[in-house]
């Protein structure tokens, strides 16, 4: 890195002017954290901010791309675009990427490592587009230069990004190196922990508004409390990291990191407290070491208590936990469990809100309380969903009638949005329907419109018998149609005509007549003899004294004289002289 006190006003005008334009940026995150991230971003004061799917982008100079990494508590990552290109295949991304001038960003001293991200149906695997873009950059420096610079997958100096999604692909620079959850405050953990930016996610999803006090009772290794204290006290998620990737880029400013991390004029105090619960006395010890190297040790109060001894607090409080939900950690009684959180939040927690994230659509039900808000949130590769329980004492008319509100206006202007169609549903429908006609077959027209018609007839009836039953006061129930009474409908002697009807016997099907005895005997043939000159029937078996498996057609030993000679291959019942003469 340059530094500037070193330089002549002449020489540093330069480096002063790139720091201060302005560029593109991108913030990525979980699915469900996009809307917090720009609001964290728009209070750091960047521009043309726009979200996407689990990322947000926007522009801003040097000094935004470093307070990016360091204050922004729910991105994972933060990304520098190098060039936005169209590809086809493979050859495509690497002559795209070849026409970068990769020694304004690295030489044959830096080591890089490239990291794909891939949703295409064009580019089916996220590696192969990896090696087609180190080989661009390192065929690019062995054309210029005669050599080449070396891989590091473990520690690169240099880390490259490229997103591909359908033909569009994004080459970026990672600025942030490791991912932004790693704060560096966890000395210890335990067994699966939540996620860190997850957790701020969650807190700022919620809207506490560090008004009361905070109340996890599932802490764990209090990863959630300790978040939560962090904003509380304004204090940069980037304090405890010991780098970030741009640290060893080639225009890295070291007194502008220096600036960032030394101001501390935003921080605050804070008037309430924070407690943690958990059943398991080791998880709590490693909590508190957690809080201590983060440095809010003195907000939290851990005691190890079960959930199911849980009593109304002396304060106001909001709580937000991350209960077990039968993935990574799995209780023995897991629905006992979530029916106690229930039944504890509903007597002991009156008055207060409660945020609960899980997995499943059935432990949400076991807690047997109406949520007012659910969240579609993803923790690793689980699906999750973020609910809020406004609890109150006595009835829900009452409780509205005193004042209360189980929404606010902006939970339920979200919840409004979350269901409120597409839009242009209508013109693309009209649009792919005439590319259907253009593309399509006549036959295949005609048979999708036949389709189309038996559904709208049969909707306007279900619709029509919905409506008198509703009007009646009557529950609708979708008809079925009536089972027919069993009957054959086919003749198996039907193929030899009206002749063979008459000679040959007809099968039947279900219960068996009275008077057919024997449904499937067939007529005995000459020459259909067993064993002992007996004819072989199908049919009930005889009665033998034998197991039934061995009953039937054949001679069994206790009919035969036994013979107690030794079987050997020359005395071997059975035997018999093939056509040439020989034993077999």
């Not at 050859?91 to 304004?104: G, H, R």
């Not at 851990?302 to 002396?314: I, L, S, T």
């Not at 059935?362 to 329980?389: A, H, M, W």
């Not at 606010?408 to 202007?413: D, I, K, L, V």
Request: net charge positive.
């Amino acid at each position: 890195y340059t530094n500037l006190n070193t330089l002549s006003l002449h020489d540093a005008l330069p480096i002063l002017s790139h720091s201060m334009q302005e560029f593109e940026i991108i913030a990525k995150t979980f699915q469900g954290l996009e809307e917090v991230l720009a609001q964290e971003i728009t209070e750091l004061g960047a521009k043309n901010i726009k979200t996407g799917r689990r990322m947000v982008s926007f522009t801003g100079d040097q000094e935004m791309l470093y307070r990016a990494n360091f204050c922004l508590r729910t991105a994972v990552r933060v990304l520098k675009p190098l060039k936005h290109f169209k590809a086809e295949d493979a050859d495509q991304v690497y002559e795209a990427v070849k026409t970068i001038a990769w020694d304004e960003y690295l030489d044959l001293q830096t080591t890089f490592a490239v990291d794909a991200v891939v949703y295409s149906q064009e580019f089916r695997h996220s590696k192969f587009v990896a090696y087609k873009t180190k080989d661009a950059i390192v065929d690019y420096f062995r054309e210029k230069e005669g050599k080449r610079p070396n891989i590091s997958i473990a520690n690169p100096d240099l880390k490259l990004n490229i997103h591909i999604a359908d033909n569009d692909c994004t080459l970026s620079l990672d600025a942030s190196g490791e991912s932004l959850h790693l704060r560096g405050y966890r000395t210890a953990s335990c067994e699966a922990p939540i996620n860190e930016v997850l957790a701020a996610g969650l807190i700022k999803l919620s809207g506490w508004n560090f008004d009361s006090d905070f109340i996890d009772p599932f802490c764990g290794s209090g990863t959630i409390l300790i978040e939560a204290a962090l904003m509380a006290r304004n204090i940069y998620p980037g304090i405890f990291r010991k780098s970030f990737g741009f640290e060893k880029w080639k225009d890295f400013d070291r007194e502008l990191l220096d600036k960032i991390y030394n101001d501390d004029s935003q921080e605050r105090k804070f008037a309430h407290r924070f407690y943690g619960y958990d059943i398991n006395r080791p998880t709590l010890d490693g909590a508190l070491e957690n809080a201590k190297a983060a440095g809010v040790a003195d907000l939290i109060t851990f005691e190890q208590k079960d959930f199911r001894q849980f009593v109304k607090p002396a304060e106001r409080a909001i709580i937000i936990t991350n209960p077990p939900y039968g993935q990574r950690l799995t209780p023995p009684d897991l629905l006992g469990l979530y029916r106690a959180i229930g039944e504890r939040l509903k007597h002991e927690f009156g008055g207060g809100d409660a945020w609960i994230i899980s997995s499943k659509e059935e432990l949400f039900d076991t807690i047997g309380l109406r949520p007012s808000v659910k969240i579609q949130v993803n923790n690793g590769p689980i699906d999750c969903e973020f609910r809020k329980y406004q609890l109150f004492e006595g009835r829900l008319d009452d409780f509205r009638a005193g004042g209360g509100k189980v929404k606010t206006e902006e939970e339920r202007n979200y919840m409004t949005e979350k269901r409120r169609p597409k839009q242009h549903r209508e013109d693309f429908k009209a649009r792919i329907s005439e590319e259907e006609d253009e593309d399509w077959s006549p036959e295949y027209a005609l048979l999708r419109n036949k389709h189309r018609e038996f559904d709208r007839i049969y909707n306007k009836r279900e619709r029509k018998s919905r409506e008198e039953h509703e009007a009646k006061g009557e529950r609708h129930t979708t008809r079925r149609p009536e089972r027919r009474p069993h009957k054959p409908n086919f003749d198996f002697a039907n193929k030899g005509g009206d002749e063979a009807r008459e000679t040959r016997e007809v099968r039947h099907f279900g219960p068996r007549p009275e008077s057919l005895e024997r449904p499937y005997q067939r007529r005995e043939r000459e020459g259909n003899e067993g064993f002992g000159g007996e004819r072989r029937t199908f049919g009930p078996r005889r009665e033998t004294g034998r197991s039934d498996k061995w009953a039937g057609n054949k001679r069994f030993d206790n009919d035969r004289p036994r013979n107690n000679a030794r079987r050997t291959d020359n005395n071997r019942p059975g035997r018999r002289e093939n056509r040439r003469g020989n034993k077999s």
